[in-house]
Structures are given as C-alpha cells and as structure tokens.
T-cell receptor, first 116, second 114 residues
Framework: DTEVTQTPKHLVMGMTNKKSLKCEQHMGHRAMYWYKQKAKKPPELMFVYSYEKLSINESVPSRFSPECPNSSLLNLHLHALQPEDSALYLC???????????????FGPGTRLTVL | DQQVKQNSPSLSVQEGRISILNCDYTNSMFDYFLWYKKYPAEGPTFLISISSIKDKNEDGRFTVFLNKSAKHLSLHIVPSQPGDSAVYFCAARVNAGNNRKLIWGLGTSLAVNP
C-alpha cells in the first residue's frame, strides 16, 4: 500500500465550528506532515511529526491543533478558524531514517477546506 | 527570502519536444533535490530526486541535472506528452537530525500542446 489517504475530501465550516481532518498511511513511514496550500502557491509546511512526536511547528496559530495517535494516523483539529484559513490541506509521510533515505514525501489528495 | 527559485512561472511546449524546467537555489546545505508534479485539486506527486553528490539522475522520460557550482538544477522531460501538463515544483531538503524539511520553489506551470 503506497497511498496516503485523507478525509474528508471537502469541508465547509463556520468560524465557530470545531472539525477534524484525518490522514492515514500504511507504508511504515515514521514522519508525517501537515501542509497548507493556497492556489498557485507551493505547499506551506505547518507541522512535522517524527516517531509520533511533534518535531516541527512552523509558528502555526493555536486554532490548528495536530495530533498523532499512532504511527499510521495524523489528525488536524480545527477550531475558530478564519475565512483566510480556507485552503487545500495536505498530509504527507516519509521515511525518517538517515543514510539511504531520499526523503521523498508521499502526499495525500488533500482536504479542500472552506471557512465561511 | 526565496531559497529555492523557479524563475519561469509557465512554460509551453509542443508534444514530442523536450521540456526543460529550471530551478536555482541559494543554500549550500541542501542535500537532496526533488521534483514534484501537481495536478489541480490533487496532492503533489513525487517525480524524481537527486542527491547533492550526483550530477545526473534519469528515470524513463525524466532526467534531472544538478550543477552544484552554479547552484542550479533542471528537469528534462523528453518526449513531452499532453499528460505531462501540470505544475512542477522543485524542492530542496534540509537535513537536521531526524527532521526532514523541504523548501519549495513557487512552481512552473507546464503546458504540453498536442
């Protein structure tokens, strides 16, 4: 299985809602990532988990709260978002080991989030 | 400050001809370079990578060249096909212990015309 899956595909939420994005991979990767992508821009790194521990937080506002319950799952909890948070949210995973790892990250299809 | 630069926002090529996508970087600490392809409303798909100690890597129709002294890499697609039409992102890896962080270029939109 060389796939990263994300649910839901689309999400519309109001500014007072609480919702969660989910990501799953079964490639045995121990690094998982959340990215945000706006139209015509490259993916913007938000969080990195390495061995289920948060290793990078790119100064993301606290209304975004990541969680890594186990090595296959990654969640992003959303609360009190703003309309400017509307974007494509991408999950990715990669091997962690040094040495021969090429570092390529495998991306999921993304969740298209619209905040009203 | 853009550490990875793709100076051509778009490129148009005739089917069957060669597509050359360019990428420049400023950080000598990058140890791997990767190319990703992205279709609209989908996640990026890994295409090909090259280690900073190599100068060429080839995979089928795709070849990446690295000129370390010029801090420049290029992706060659030959022959180009209409299905190659997508946005291509150049990314460079910064290696810090167990952390892998990719620094991305802004992308080049490739259109292959039949």
């Amino acid at each position: 299985d060389t796939e990263v899956t994300q649910t839901p595909k689309h999400l519309v939420m109001g500014m007072t809602n609480k919702k969660s994005l989910k990501c799953e991979q079964h490639m045995g990767h121990r690094a998982m990532y959340w990215y945000k992508q706006k139209a015509k821009k490259p993916p913007e790194l938000m969080f990195v988990y390495s061995y289920e521990k948060l290793s990078i937080n790119e100064s993301v506002p606290s209304r975004f709260s990541p969680e890594c319950p186990n090595s296959s799952l990654l969640n992003l909890h959303l609360h009190a978002l703003q309309p400017e948070d509307s974007a494509l949210y991408l999950c990715a995973s990669s091997q962690v080991a040094a040495g021969t790892s090429y570092g390529e990250q495998f991306f999921g299809p993304g969740t298209r989030l619209t905040v009203l | 400050d853009q550490q990875v630069k793709q100076n051509s926002p778009s490129l148009s090529v005739q089917e069957g001809r060669i597509s050359i996508l360019n990428c420049d970087y400023t950080n000598s600490m990058f140890d791997y370079f990767l190319w990703y392809k992205k279709y609209p409303a989908e996640g990026p798909t890994f295409l090909i990578s090259i280690s900073s100690i190599k100068d060429k890597n080839e995979d089928g129709r795709f070849t990446v060249f690295l000129n370390k002294s010029a801090k420049h890499l290029s992706l060659h697609i030959v022959p180009s096909q209409p299905g190659d039409s997508a946005v291509y992102f150049c990314a460079a890896r910064v290696n810090a212990g167990n952390n892998r962080k990719l620094i991305w270029g802004l992308g080049t939109s490739l259109a292959v015309n039949p």
